[in-house]
Nanobody
Framework: QVQLVESGGGSVQPGGSLRLSCTMS????????MAWFRQAPGKEREGVGV???????TYADSVKGRFAISADKAKNTLYLQMDGLKPEDTAMYFC???????????????????WGRGTQVTVSS
């Protein structure tokens, strides 16, 4: 059973930066999809970025050029570096995982069976 725990959220001013971490434990698929999602109050959960271990990383248009996902496999940790934060980035951020199957590493939350509990990011002046 894969377990995911996010950390690193907080409150920042517009233009600031945060780095979120997602630590994974349990059985880790050798080939996997990892993703960051976010959900603002009253809105649907949306994909921020997806890591396909065989293809690479893709990002939502709203965060391209500002957010970057990286992974430290030795530490079983996924990171989300967020720069140039905007008030509209305010949301609960979640990491998610699924077993890799060709064509399924997509930013759709319904495709991921494993989730962390989330970490809150608030951007305001």
């Amino acid at each position: 059973q894969v377990q995911l725990v996010e950390s690193g959220g907080g409150s920042v001013q517009p233009g600031g930066s945060l780095r979120l971490s997602c630590t994974m434990s349990g059985y880790i698929y050798s080939d996997y999809c990892m993703a960051w999602f976010r959900q603002a109050p009253g809105k649907e959960r949306e994909g921020v970025g997806v890591v396909d271990s065989t293809v690479g990383t893709t990002y939502a248009d709203s965060v391209k050029g500002r957010f970057a996902i990286s992974a430290d496999k030795a530490k079983n940790t996924l990171y989300l570096q967020m720069d140039g934060l905007k008030p509209e980035d305010t949301a609960m951020y979640f990491c998610a995982a699924r077993r890799w199957i060709a064509g399924t590493c997509l930013p759709h939350p319904g495709g991921y069976p494993y989730w962390g509990r989330g970490t809150q990011v608030t951007v305001s002046s």
